[in-house]
Each structure stands twice: as structure tokens, then as C-alpha cells.
């Protein structure tokens, strides 16, 4: 199941914006707690997941952290790091040789 709010990785989500949306909101809240999985970490494991996908593409990694909603290019390389053990750039050389 898609969580339209993973659509739109690069919006920031206020009370307001979702209100309307509110019972698909908690729709997919509901589920994924029920997968035992915070929101917020569901979250940066489907950045994660799209930012795979455009990197394997070979996509700058400026243009990806961008597309999945990083402020920096920093930031994005640390959450890369700290979720695959190393960074973007040795992840795909390594898989590429």
C-alpha cells in the first residue's frame, strides 16, 4: 500500500494541509502501524527507496537529494551513510564493477 503522502516527499506536511485529507492520513498511519514501523522512519526508508531507484538510473546525487526532499546534499549523503553503511557514490561503484 502507497501513502499519497510519499508521493509528495519534498511537501511540508502541516495540520492544515492534511485536515482535509485526514481520514486517508490516518488510513495509512493506521497501517503502518499495525507493520510496527514510526512514521517517520517509513518515511526515510521510502526516500531511501526512491533515491535508490533514481541513483541506479545514474541521476546526480545533488538532483536526487533534491527530488527526495533533502534541504542539503550533506544531509542526504549522512542519512545514505548511516542507513547502507557507506555513501552514495561507494555503494554504486561497488555494485557497478
Not at 5 to 14: C, D, G, S
Amino acid at each position: 500500500m502507497l501513502c499519497w503522502m510519499m508521493l509528495e516527499m519534498t511537501a511540508r506536511w502541516t495540520i492544515g494541509r492534511m485536515l482535509p485529507e485526514w481520514p486517508a492520513v490516518l488510513s495509512c498511519v493506521r497501517f503502518r502501524l499495525r507493520q510496527a514501523c514510526h512514521l517517520a522512519v517509513w518515511r526515510q526508508q521510502a526516500r531511501l527507496f526512491a533515491a535508490l531507484e533514481m541513483l541506479a538510473q545514474s541521476k546526480s546525487v545533488t538532483e536526487v537529494a533534491i527530488a527526495v526532499g533533502y534541504d542539503s546534499v550533506s544531509a542526504f549523503i549522512e542519512m545514505f551513510r548511516t542507513m547502507l553503511g557507506t555513501t552514495p557514490q561507494t555503494y554504486f561503484r561497488g555494485r557497478r564493477s
